[in-house]
Nanobody, 125 residues
Framework: VPLQASGGGLVHPGGSLRLSCAAS????????MAWFRQAQGREREYVGG????????FLVDSVKGRFTISRDNAKNTMYLQMNSLRPEDTALYFC???????????????????WGQGTLVTVSS
């Protein structure tokens, strides 16, 4: 499943960005999809996403209240709206997808078979 992530850029602290992840040739409703990020020198970490069986997104505590995840099934696209950005949010953001994944493994990067190319988010004054 080709995934195309976009929307990264340079933003000042407190600013906002919206990332998009488009799944080609596959209905997003049939996929579990997620956002991960990887800061320089750090391991890739789960940000949030959807299990294919539900419409309620998951988000890690560190971004709750600032980030929201949504999905437009008609466009086969998942979004990550990031508000109140902080310098520590600076990272390469990846979208990932899987045809089959159990809920307990949603935060595990190796559970996802398909990955986008990553889009860089830099938060700096």
């Amino acid at each position: 499943v080709p995934l195309q992530a976009s929307g990264g850029g340079l933003v000042h602290p407190g600013g906002s960005l919206r990332l998009s992840c488009a799944a080609s040739g596959h209905t997003s409703r049939a996929l579990s999809m997620a956002w991960f990020r990887q800061a320089q020198g750090r391991e890739r970490e789960y940000v949030g996403g959807f299990h294919r069986s539900g419409s309620t997104p998951f988000l890690v505590d560190s971004v709750k209240g600032r980030f929201t995840i949504s999905r437009d099934n008609a466009k086969n696209t998942m979004y990550l709206q990031m508000n109140s950005l902080r310098p520590e949010d600076t990272a390469l953001y990846f979208c990932a997808a899987s045809n089959s994944i159990i809920r307990s493994q949603l935060e595990v990067s190796s559970s996802y078979a398909y990955w986008g190319q990553g889009t860089l988010v830099t938060v700096s004054s």
